[in-house]
Every structure is written in structure tokens, then in C-alpha cells.
């Protein structure tokens, strides 16, 4: 192997900058060469590629977003599309390739190894919705973020006595309302994987009013259900002021915490190593603290279950 490439796909997260810098000083460390392929598979297929030296990712481990852009690329779900990539491989002499994504970039991943190139996938996403990993890179700064946010309308709502829809991000997955909802103390937390009753979700509120609550918090991941219709189910139900917040994409930015950076320079370094040992297909993952390689069949198809000890937990404390 003499030289490797690395690209981001599918949103970003805080710490991809960090994952990036990890594989390309690993690499230059083995003595192996660089490429940067910008935007993703939609950069691959346009050839959209750079060389990457020491410097390169210098000043970049503490910033959030991605240098390398990223994008979602509906010509490389075709089969020319692929071929087209598949020739920008070989072109630039790109022996392995790191990708730096979620689920579908992991796809996308298999397809290329499937290919002839051997592949090794990162988790990056905020939404750690990825198996065979205790957590995405992204995923811890996402759930600071929220929190701070929700203990700032948490003031407000204290002081105007009202109840607040607030919510989040996860598309197919409640881990950020979950580890979030618990870290505020939120009253209730509606995530995707588990059905809720509006009806009870009320009944809890109007008993914690009873008691003398001044103010509610209600988490409600995006796969759950929109913030504002909860919102206006909530009015109807109770007449109380509601006020719903939707936090959106502010949850993706922002300079990655330490665990994140930890995380991304460690799994960086590892997929490197994993590409120089001649493995491929594999993705990237922690369990217990420790770094492991799963074949990204096995993950893709593992079921993938949120921390539902959690959702119990938060049901036991608020009520
Ligand atoms: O990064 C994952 C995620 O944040 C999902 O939770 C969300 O639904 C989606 O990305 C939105 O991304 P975009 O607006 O870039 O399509």
C-alpha cells in the first residue's frame, strides 16, 4: 500500500476535522501518501482531489464542520456513477480509502470494497445511529450543545411559568433526545423507537402542575414527531402557554469537546492501521473504551438499539 484516500460523506459532525487529521499524520507516519477527495463520493466521481501533507491538517483538530466538505451524491447510488468513481481511484494510484460518515456512506463504502478497493469506514455523525460503535464521532459535542441551549430556555420558561416543545435532531434515532432529555431533566422525551401516548404525556404534566411545577420540558427527537404540532396537541389539551423550539442544524456545528476529539483521533489512527494490515470492509468502532473492527455487512445489518435503561430512568425521575 502506498497511498491512501479520505473523504467525509452525509452530514457532518464535530470532529470529522479531528478524524481527517488523524488519518493523514498516521499515514504520513507509515510512510504513505495522502489524498484528499473533497465532497464526499460526489467529489470522487468529479475527480475533485488534493494532496494532503503534515500541514495540510494543521489548525483544524478544534474546529467543527469539515474541510473536506461533504455531500450527498445520487449518481454514486447508479452503477456509472460508481464505475466513474472506481476510475478516479485507480487514476490517482489510491490503494485504500477511509470513509468518514453514517449509515449510507457505509453503504456506499461496501460498494466500493465490493469493487476492489479495500475500504474502512469512521463513524461521523451526530446522531450515533450506527452499530457495532457505543458512540459516533459528533455525537458528544451534539448532546452539549442541546444541553446548554435547553438549560438557557429552561430560564425562560422558569420565568414566564410556561411549557416548552423542544426539538431535536434524529431522523430514525432518539439517542440525542434520550442522553440530552436526562441531562436536563426534561419531563417527558419522545424518541422514535418507542411508541408514546399524548394523552399520558398530559397526565403527567397536569399531575406535575398540581404539584406546583412552574414549567415543563418536553424533548421530542425529529423521527418522533414535529415539535409544533406536539406543541399545539399540548395547548389543546392543557390551554397552557406552550412555546415550541426547534434546534436544527446549530446542532451540528460548533468546536468538537474533548471526548470527540479523543475519539476522532484514536479512530482515525486506527482505520489506518486497519488499511496497512490488508483488511477491508470493516468499520470503525468502540465497545467498552476499546477499539474494534466489525465488517461493515455485519454492521449494516445489525440492529441498531438506543439505551432504553435510559428512557426508563428518565420516566422514573420526572415523575
Ligand atoms: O446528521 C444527521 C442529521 O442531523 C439528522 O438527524 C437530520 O435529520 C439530518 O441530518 C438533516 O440533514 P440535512 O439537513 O443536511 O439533510
Keep these: 500500500m502506498h497511498k491512501i484516500g479520505v473523504l467525509t460523506s452525509g452530514g457532518d459532525a464535530p470532529g470529522m476535522n479531528a ?9 504520513i507516519f ?15 466521481i468529479q475527480g475533485d482531489i488534493i494532496d494532503m501533507d503534515l500541514g495540510s491538517v494543521g489548525d483544524i483538530i478544534h474546529r467543527g464542520g469539515t474541510m473536506l466538505f461533504t455531500a450527498r451524491s445520487d449518481e454514486f447510488r447508479t452503477e456509472q456513477g460508481r464505475e466513474k468513481a472506481f476510475q478516479q481511484v485507480q487514476e490517482h494510484g489510491i490503494d485504500g480509502l477511509i470513509v468518514i460518515g453514517g449509515d449510507g456512506s457505509f453503504r456506499g463504502a461496501k460498494l466500493l470494497s465490493d ?25 458528544d459535542t451534539a448532546i452539549n450543545t ?16 410556561r411549557t416548552y416543545v423542544i426539538e431535536v435532531m434524529g431522523r430514525n434515532a432518539g439517542d440525542i433526545a434520550l442522553v ?18 399524548m394523552i399520558k404525556v398530559v397526565e403527567k404534566l397536569k399531575r406535575g402542575a398540581a404539584r406546583g411545577k412552574k ?26 402557554e406552550t412555546r415550541v423550539t426547534v434546534l436544527g442544524h446549530i446542532q451540528r456545528g460548533g468546536s468538537p469537546s474533548a471526548f470527540d476529539r479523543m475519539l476522532a483521533s484514536k479512530m482515525g489512527a486506527y482505520a489506518v492501521d486497519l488499511l496497512k494490515a490488508g483488511e477491508r470492509a470493516k468499520m ?11 465488517d461493515i455487512t455485519e454492521a449494516l445489518a445489525t440492529p441498531r438499539k438506543p439505551d432504553l435503561t435510559l428512557y426508563h430512568l428518565a420516566d422514573a425521575l420526572s415523575i
Excluded at 430556555?153 to 420565568?159: E, H, N
Design 180 to 197: 440530552a432529555g436526562v441531562s436536563v431533566g426534561a419531563e417527558s422525551i419522545l424518541i422514535p423507537e418507542e411508541k408514546y401516548d
Design 115 to 139: 469493487m476492489g478497493v479495500p475500504t474502512i469506514g469512521i463513524p461521523g455523525t451526530i446522531d450515533n445511529d450506527i452499530p457495532c460503535t457505543e458512540f459516533t464521532i459528533g455525537f
Design 30 to 44: 507509515h510512510g504513505l501518501q495522502v489524498a484528499g477527495i473533497k465532497r464526499g463520493f460526489q467529489g470522487l
Design 146 to 161: 442541546v444541553i446548554d441551549l435547553v438549560d438557557k430556555i429552561r430560564d425562560t420558561a422558569t420565568s414566564h411559568e
Design 284 to 294: 470503525v468502532g468502540t465497545m467498552g473504551g476499546q477499539l474494534q473492527a466489525t
Design 215 to 240: 414549567h415543563s420540558i418536553i424533548l421530542v427527537a425529529e423521527g418522533a414527531g414535529k415539535g409544533f404540532a406536539i406543541g399545539e396537541v399540548i395547548r389543546e389539551l392543557t390551554g397552557w
Design 19 to 27: 478524524a481527517i487529521r488523524a488519518v493523514v499524520r498516521k499515514a
